[in-house]
């Protein structure tokens, strides 16, 4: 069962890769544009950029 794990982690990743080369950018751009659109993820993260501006305006 881990072979069977590791197998799909590592296409994932390589799928994740080529990807990222098509649209020229690095896995890591790829997954944070895919994460901020999710609706729920973009409306959690401006709620927290709104709490954080309040907390630091005093």
């Given at each position: 069962?881990?072979?069977?794990w590791?197998?799909?982690?590592?296409?994932?990743?390589?799928?994740?890769?080529?990807?990222?080369?098509?649209?020229?950018?690095?896995?890591?751009?790829?997954?944070?544009?895919?994460?901020?659109?999710?609706?729920?993820?973009?409306?959690?993260?401006?709620f927290?950029?709104?709490?954080?501006?309040?907390?630091?305006?005093?």
């Amino acid at each position: 069962m881990e072979k069977d794990w590791k197998r799909r982690k590592t296409f994932t990743l390589d799928r994740v890769e080529d990807l990222a080369k098509k649209h020229r950018c690095t896995a890591a751009q790829l997954a944070l544009a895919w994460l901020l659109h999710q609706v729920e993820w973009t409306m959690l993260c401006l709620f927290l950029v709104i709490k954080i501006g309040q907390a630091l305006s005093f």
